[in-house]
């Protein structure tokens, strides 16, 4: 048998949660957007976990497309642990029996912003398809839920705050479409506190940042994935801007290790940001890419760096390493490396 492309990495997860997993043995999951980039990494980490710690426990995976996922995934959606569940979020019929643990992580990443044509479309499936989700939850009496929410929900990053804590209480603009996203997320969130209140779900909000891994569409608004397809491709490693916007990028493998322990031990109606709290601009990060790569590539910048500050989009994480313990373990350069490394050889 072939060795898993993600073994390193699930051992890593694994390594990192081994005391977490307990509260799964014998329970039943339900996984909203199990198919997209979130999801695949907590069935790829749920597995593994499943399988060595023999938990005996079962995924069900909400998606819209069985089919389409078989084919994306077919190790994942063939697994005895995981049943596929057809449906769409915002108005799936509800599965029988009863669930310990739900985690809703459905909305399109390759449309996270809200794509110009379809913003209503966005803001429609997170808020409907949040609010169905609850009441699934509610019904069945399942006592644990985790939302992926969203740093989007901050609104723009002021250029003299360098990160954002979780207490920064800037909103986006309600008036610009290309919002629906991060008002989606406000919405998602404040539905799950109303939750909490009227059922006492236990609501957990993860709210993520940038990150890089297997996984990640290359092909999308995304620019460290954009940049990692021009390696793959030959080069050059193009930058469609400027160059100075900052970001942070945290590997998969942690964002799975701090996505289960938000779930398992973080408080309830209290958000944290998941992401990392070392800043590089878009160019560094094209830099590095384009350095990483085997024979490295060229890098070419577009535009000219304007006069105005650079724009931000940076997490402070300081609550969850002082309230959780997690901090990210897997360097910039090392997350890069491992990421061209899973996708030149698909």
Not at 65 to 71: D, G, I, L, R, S
Not at 131 to 158: E, H, I, M, N, W
Not at 262 to 277: C, D, E, K, T
Not at 299 to 312: F, I, K, M, W, Y
Request: hydrophobic letters at 40%; a positive charge.
């Amino acid at each position: 048998m072939n060795p898993h492309p993600l073994e390193q990495d699930l051992d890593h997860i694994l390594n990192h949660t081994r005391g977490l997993w307990e509260e799964l043995r014998g329970a039943r999951l339900f996984l909203t957007g199990g198919t997209g980039f979130f999801g695949c990494w907590l069935l790829e980490s749920f597995t593994w976990a499943n399988d060595r710690l023999g938990l005996g426990a079962e995924a069900v995976v909400l998606t819209r497309n069985p089919e389409a996922f078989h084919k994306k995934a077919p190790h994942l959606a063939a697994h005895p642990a995981v049943r596929l569940y057809a449906g769409d979020v915002r108005d799936f019929a509800f599965p029988p029996g009863a669930f310990s643990h739900v985690i809703h992580a459905a909305t399109d990443v390759g449309n996270r912003r809200g794509a110009p044509e379809q913003p209503m479309e966005t803001l429609d499936t997170i808020v409907t398809g949040t609010r169905r989700v609850l009441d699934f939850a509610a019904a069945c009496g399942t006592p644990k839920l985790l939302l992926a929410s969203s740093g989007t929900v901050y609104g723009r990053q002021q250029p003299e705050l360098t990160h954002l804590p979780e207490t920064y209480s800037s909103t986006p603009n309600p008036l610009e479409p290309l919002s629906a996203y991060g008002e989606g997320k406000r919405l998602a969130e404040n539905l799950c506190a109303q939750y909490l209140a009227r059922h006492g779900i236990q609501t957990k909000i993860a709210r993520g940042f940038a990150f890089v891994g297997p996984y990640l569409p290359l092909d999308a608004h995304f620019a460290v994935g954009n940049f990692i397809r021009d390696a793959l491709r030959g080069g050059p490693v193009a930058v469609n801007g400027d160059g100075t916007p900052y970001r942070s990028y945290l590997y998969a493998a942690d964002l799975a290790v701090w996505l289960w322990t938000i779930l398992f031990r973080a408080p309830a109606g209290r958000p944290y940001n998941v992401g990392s709290g070392e800043a590089v601009t878009i160019l560094e990060t094209a830099r590095i890419v384009a350095a990483t790569a085997t024979p490295p590539r060229a890098v070419t910048v577009a535009q000219s760096p304007g006069l105005g500050p650079p724009q931000r989009y940076v997490p402070d994480v300081a609550r969850a390493k002082a309230e959780l313990g997690l901090e990210p373990t897997v360097p910039l350069a090392e997350a890069i490396r491992r990421t061209l490394r899973y996708y030149g050889k698909k």
